[in-house]
């Protein structure tokens, strides 16, 4: 199937977006390599202007970078971006696993094991993707969960570059596992003790240190 027909009369300008980030997610396009805005005009048979606006929306988020008299490119992680993704991460994640402890509720709680489960049932099979995307929904269940709203908007606003942190680190093992890696987090939220959820969430975020080799392939 051709890029252009899986266009519908959604934003033409957000499927783009969907589209080219999936695309740079799951490594189809690598850090570093060019985007022209001509070529992927007719790639995905949209006008160059709608692509600069793509291009531009994907730039706000951190995953694509552009250069004065160069065009655009995939944005490259150096060892500085993974030490402040991790270092983020950690802060975020771990302020709203506690919370989310303290907070926890029966609903909250069945909210947290339904998300849990999902990301289970797809570390079963073999879509990478999908395990991924199921894994920072599980941790965007535990910020809703922190019902923190300040906390919630800031990850919002990075959380595809999180995206990108958590594909790069489920490659780094066997992706079935991805799942039972968080078991003592869930648990530990749904027993109420923040300290120890925090201590989990931490603790689950994949070291900056070990994801140098695999940004760099």
Known sequence: MKKSELISKRSLEDQAADLIREAIINGELTPGMRLVEMTLAKEYGLSRGTIRIVLHQLGAEGLVTQVPYAGWSVAEMDDQDLWELYTLRATLEGLAARLAAERITQEGTAELKA???????????????????????????????SNHKRLAQQYRMIENQFLSYIAAANRTFDPHQVGRTHEALVAAICAGDGTQAEAEAIKNITGFEELKGVTEE
């Not at 998300?115 to 941790?139: K, W």
């Open 115 to 145: 998300s849990y489960q999902e990301l289970l049932e797809l570390c079963e099979g073999d879509d990478l993707n999908a395990i991924t995307r199921a894994d920072l929904d599980l941790h965007k269940t535990i910020i809703s969960l």
